[in-house]
């Protein structure tokens, strides 16, 4: 009989904090398992044994529509309202974009009102080069940190340069980690002609 008063008496207070939880998660911050290979590296890593788990920011996107080139951000699946996405912005509007396959032209402009969204690994996912542009209204939060697990928390990192440190091996090895994802990050540019006038932040 004890054992069926405890949920009981906890659940007024459920109850009543609901509301307050629901706005906080909708309109300013909330957390995502983040599944799948779209992402890698910068998201569940082949070296990770656990599924990140982010700190998604909502705030930036419903009220101060801040999108920049770079961001990494959860949408709604323009093929699948169910379904949310993780992807990475490339392009924003008026910006020409070299498309990839198996988009079926080799460039296209992005519409107002439009973004053209990417994952990391492009052999692993459904992105702008299978659907095209995705219209603003469908992404809902921006990536802030990842929060799981313990030894990736913190802030994502936009490396502009990196400085080699050849103490230890496995410094080494973090060297090379940074250099390809600058490499990415470069490749990413080049691809993506922009219209500086077209950030909507």
Not at 128 to 142: D, Q, T, Y
Not at 180 to 185: G, I, K, V
Request: proline share 8%.
């Amino acid at each position: 009989m004890s054992n069926l008063r405890t949920p009981l008496k906890i659940l007024p207070g459920c109850i009543y904090w609901f509301p307050t939880a629901f706005v906080l998660s909708y309109y300013f911050y909330n957390l995502k398992i983040i599944s799948g290979r779209s992402m890698q590296p910068t998201l569940n890593p082949d070296s990770s044994s656990w599924r990140d788990v982010g700190l998604f920011n909502c705030y930036a996107i419903h009220t101060k529509l801040d999108f920049n080139r770079g961001d990494i951000v959860a949408l709604c699946s323009p093929e699948d309202s169910n379904r949310v996405l993780v992807k990475r912005i490339i392009a924003l509007p008026e910006d020409r974009v070299k498309t990839l396959p198996p988009y079926s032209e080799p460039e296209v402009v992005v519409p107002q009102g439009h973004a053209w969204v990417e994952g990391d690994e492009p052999f692993h996912s459904d992105d702008s080069n299978r659907f095209g542009p995705v219209s603003l209204a469908l992404i809902e939060s921006r990536l802030v940190a990842v929060v799981w697990p313990p030894s990736r928390f913190g802030h994502l990192s936009r490396p502009s340069q990196v400085e080699r440190d050849t103490s230890t091996p496995s410094e080494n090895s973090a060297y090379r980690m940074a250099m390809a994802e600058l490499e990415r990050q470069r490749w990413r540019s080049a691809r993506v002609t922009s219209n500086q006038t077209s950030r909507t932040g």
